[in-house]
C-alpha cells in the first residue's frame, strides 16, 4: 500500500514566506495543511501540489520602438506546465511602436484564459 506524501513547502503569497508541511494521500490529495498563519496559504498548498501556477514575464520584438523590445508579463499566473509553451507564443509576436504599458499583445494565451500584456510604454 502505497504511504502517504509529505511536502514542505514555503509560502510565497506574501512576504511573512510561512513554511508549510502538506499531506497527500496516494491518490494526490491534499489531507491535510499546516504551518500556514492563513486561509491563503492553505490555498496556496493545495494549488502548489495540484495544479501550480506562476507568474510569467518576458519581452516582446517592437517595431519602429526606442528599444528593440518592450517588458511583457501575464495579468495573472498561468499554469507551470504551460510555461514552455506559452514563451514560445510570445516568442512569434512583434508589436509596432508605439505600445502603451498595459496594453494586451496576446489575449487568452493558448486558452488559458491569461492575457499577456506589456509592463512599459514605448
Ligand atoms: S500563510 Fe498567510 S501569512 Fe503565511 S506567508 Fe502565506 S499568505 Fe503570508
Redesign the pocket.
Known sequence: MAENKVTVM?????????T?TAEQDAEGNVISVKG???????A?AKTELTAPMRSLTSTVKVRGGRHPVVPVKSRTPVPKARMFDIMAEIAKVTVDAPVAAGQTVIADVLGTGVDIITEDSM
Open positions: 514555503t509560502c510565497v503569497t506574501c512576504p511573512i514566506g510561512c508549510i500556514n498563519t492563513c486561509k491563503r496559504g492553505e496556496y
